[in-house]
């Protein structure tokens, strides 16, 4: 079964940035095959939004929301995402999970929390 650990969430006032990770492990999963892997988050008491992506052969989508500001990256060796999040927002406050995209194929992880606050 694959479990997917998000990390790196935290505090932060505008303006500011972060940088998250998710692995991937205890399967034969791997995020170089041709899933696209995503980045999603969940504000409170919204619905779960995918604000970037990556496909297996290198393209890239953002939500309009974070566009400029976000960079989505995968290290294939580690079985890692990354999303570098910069000139964060109040807005931008939510818990942040991985999973493919657009279609979750995996169980979701904890989620890390992400707090833009002065």
């Known amino acids: 079964q694959v479990q997917l650990v998000e990390s790196g969430g935290g505090l932060v006032q505008p303006g500011g940035s972060l940088r998250l990770s998710c692995a991937a492990s205890g399967s034969i999963f791997s995020i170089s095959s041709s899933y696209t892997m995503g980045w999603y988050r969940q504000a409170p008491g919204k619905q779960r939004e995918l604000v970037a992506s990556f496909t297996s052969r290198g393209s890239t989508n953002y939500a309009d929301s974070v566009k400029g500001r976000f960079t989505i990256s995968r290290d294939n060796a580690k079985n890692t995402v990354y999303l570098q999040m910069n000139s964060l927002k109040p807005e931008d406050t939510a818990v942040y999970y991985c999973?493919?995209?657009?279609?979750?194929?995996?169980?979701w992880g904890q989620g890390t929390q992400v707090t833009v606050s002065s």
């Open positions: 999973n493919t995209a657009p279609m979750t194929v995996l169980d």
